[in-house]
């Protein structure tokens, strides 16, 4: 190559390189912040990148996303916040529960964020009603924590023998108060006794399901909890290790077997918090847009894993079911 062809090519790309650079950055960035971690969300992310495009944005075509993941390590949320609030993101997509919620509030009073949240964000200080948010917040309350009482009672009715039933709670919950609350009123009503198991790192789950075992506990109830959701497998595997019959709070957790599942379709409701991040993108505020709930709640029951733990589901309750995996 001769040196003049030569300087024309360095020139060139010296031209070229800053206009690409300069392109990706006039893209709008919404950033995303989540309790979990990526590689058991990848349903969810699905889900909310499907609103953004049902909104007329698609992820590296017309805005760019920035990720943050807690990894189920609360305490680092605070910073991750900042970090998107530092980097002057358009919107926040808040999600993983009410903890990443919060965190976010504290960080930003300027930023529109779109949550999802499990417990009623009225009582959380993140909205001032739920027609009219108000401020700079808005997003999806999927009301998982107010219906344990419900999976309670089906999970008495999967196993109307246990006396006793044991349930999972994460300390660490602004919700854990509300939950107990609900579990023992529902308890007492039906004559049931419970028995509180606190856990809130994943090293607790196996000692904990050695207890369960130990104890020849017949029943089990899974909080509603993003940790637990994070390590849906796990507890799941652990749970038909010790053939302990168990209802959890989303249908993700019946899909890898989970025995029974009682709520809102999680996917879903990531979904609905992408088409609210697309409209905050196009002008939409926070403030005027309603916080969204479920329109209906899914009970599934996984056949194979009861017969797996030599369990038998009866014939109405499965007629109820939504879905049935056989």
């Not at 049902?54 to 680092?76: K, L, P, T």
């Not at 999600?95 to 300027?110: E, S, W």
């Not at 926070?286 to 996984?302: R, S």
């Amino acid at each position: 190559m001769r040196r003049r062809d030569f300087i024309k090519v360095v020139v060139g790309s010296a031209v070229t390189l800053p206009a690409a650079a300069r392109a990706q950055s006039s893209l709008p960035v919404v950033g995303f912040l989540s309790s979990r971690s990526p590689a058991e969300s990848e349903l969810d992310v699905a889900g909310f990148r499907q609103g953004l495009s049902q909104s007329g944005y698609v992820e590296d075509q017309n805005v760019a996303i920035e990720y943050r993941w807690a990894e189920n390590q609360y305490d680092r949320l605070p910073a991750l916040a900042a970090e998107l609030v530092k980097r002057e993101v358009r919107v926040i997509a808040a999600v993983g529960g009410p903890v990443t919620a919060l965190a976010v509030k504290a960080a930003t009073k300027t930023i529109p964020f779109v949550f999802v949240v499990g417990v009623d964000p009225v009582k959380l200080g993140l909205v001032n009603s739920f027609a009219k948010p108000g401020g700079n917040a808005t997003g999806v309350n999927m009301f998982i924590t107010a219906i344990e009482a419900k999976r309670l009672g089906l999970l008495h009715e999967l196993v109307p023998s246990a006396r006793q039933i044991a349930v999972i709670l994460n300390p660490n919950s602004p919700e854990i108060d509300r939950q107990l609350s609900d579990l023992q009123t529902a308890a007492q009503a039906i004559g049931l006794e419970l028995q509180i198991f606190r856990v809130s790192a994943e090293t607790e789950f196996e000692p904990v399901f050695a207890t369960l075992a130990q104890n020849a506990v017949r029943a089990l109830h899974v909080g509603a909890d993003p940790l637990f959701n994070s390590h849906r497998a796990r507890i799941v595997a652990l749970a038909e290790r010790h053939k302990i019959p168990a209802i959890y709070e989303t249908r993700s957790y019946a899909l890898l077997g989970g025995l029974m599942s009682y709520g809102p379709n999680l996917p879903d409701m990531y979904r609905q918090v992408g088409l609210y991040t697309g409209q905050i993108l196009k002008g939409a505020k926070p403030a005027d847009l309603p916080v969204m709930q479920p329109t209906a709640l899914e009970l599934v029951i996984n056949l194979k894993t009861a017969k797996a733990i030599g369990l038998d589901v009866s014939t109405q309750l499965q007629q109820r079911a939504d879905e049935v995996i056989e």
